[in-house]
C-alpha cells in the first residue's frame, strides 16, 4: 500500500504563485507514474499534470500549460507542482495520484491506482 500525501496549498490573490508537494510512502516511487487532478465544487476531477516513470517530458492540461510545472525527485520520494500566475479559476482541491509503471493515458483519473487526500488551493480576485 503506497500513502500519498499532499501539502502547501493555500489562499493567493491572481497572480501569485504556490508550490505543491506531494509525499509518497513507497520505495519504488521511481516505478510510479504520478498525477497532479484538481476538483471545484460541482465539478468533474479535471486532469492538471502528469510526469511518467520513463522519464519522458511531463504533461499538462490544456488549463494550465505555460503557467504549472510537474517536477519529481526520485531521491525523496515526492512529486511537485509548481503553479505560477494563478487565476480564480485555478481554485479547487489538488490531487495527487500514482501507478506503478503507468505508460498510457497518464490525463484519465480511472488509470491511477493511488490518490492523497488533498488540499486546497484558493485564489481571490
Known amino acids: 500500500q503506497v500513502q500519498l500525501v499532499e501539502s502547501g496549498g493555500g489562499l493567493v490573490q491572481a497572480g501569485g504563485s504556490l508550490r505543491l508537494s506531494c509525499a509518497t510512502s513507497g520505495r519504488t516511487f521511481r516505478d510510479y507514474t504520478m498525477g497532479w487532478f484538481r476538483q471545484a465544487p460541482g465539478k468533474e476531477r479535471e486532469f492538471v499534470a502528469a510526469?511518467?516513470?520513463?522519464?519522458?517530458?511531463?504533461t499538462y492540461g490544456d488549463s494550465v500549460k505555460g503557467r504549472f510545472t510537474i517536477s519529481r525527485d526520485n531521491g525523496k520520494s515526492s512529486v511537485y507542482l509548481q503553479m505560477n500566475s494563478l487565476k480564480p479559476e485555478d481554485t479547487a482541491v489538488y490531487y495527487c495520484?500514482?501507478?506503478?509503471?503507468?505508460?498510457?493515458?497518464?490525463?484519465?483519473?480511472?488509470?491511477?491506482?493511488?490518490w492523497g487526500q488533498g488540499t486546497q488551493v484558493t485564489v481571490s480576485s
Open positions: 495520484a500514482g501507478r506503478r509503471f503507468l505508460n498510457t493515458n497518464l490525463a484519465l483519473p480511472r488509470q491511477y491506482e493511488y
Open positions: 510526469i511518467a516513470w520513463t522519464g519522458t517530458l511531463p
